[in-house]
């Protein structure tokens, strides 16, 4: 089992920033991915960043390209989702992932284990 706990979220301005963390725990011997996925009310889960578990690959949806920034540190099981130039259009509950096969997908099923996600409140 892999436990995921996010933190960070809070009420911010628009134009803001906010910093998101997830400390991984538990059975973490694999080369994991990470993701980061938003749900709005009322919308689906949407991918926003993945990571893949050298840090060297990277992407993140159309929306967020430019503002956020992923980031992972392996020796302390923790990744990271710097926020910036935020828009009311990013409030919603954000949730981190680890997909154990590595495969930095896009697509929610491709993932194994999720946190209880951190809500972010952007305000205009």
């Known amino acids: 089992q892999v436990q995921l706990v996010e933190s960070g979220g809070g009420l911010v301005q628009a134009g803001g920033s906010l910093r998101l963390s997830c400390a991984v725990s538990?059975?973490?011997?694999?080369?994991?991915?990470m993701g980061w996925f938003r749900q709005a009310p009322g919308k689906e889960r949407e991918f926003v960043a993945g990571?893949?578990?050298?840090?060297?690959?990277?992407n993140y949806a159309d929306l967020v390209k430019g503002r956020f920034t992923i980031s992972r540190d392996n020796a302390k099981n923790t990744g990271n989702l710097q926020m910036n130039s935020l828009k009311p259009e990013d409030t919603a509950i954000y949730y981190c992932?680890?997909?154990?096969?590595?495969?930095?997908?896009?697509?929610?099923?491709?993932?194994?284990?999720w946190g209880q996600g951190t809500q972010v409140t952007v305000s205009s």
């Open positions: 992932a680890v997909d154990l096969g590595g495969r930095l997908g896009t697509t929610k099923s491709w993932y194994d284990y």
């Open positions: 538990g059975r973490t011997f694999s080369r994991y991915a």
């Open positions: 990571i893949s578990w050298s840090g060297a690959i990277t």
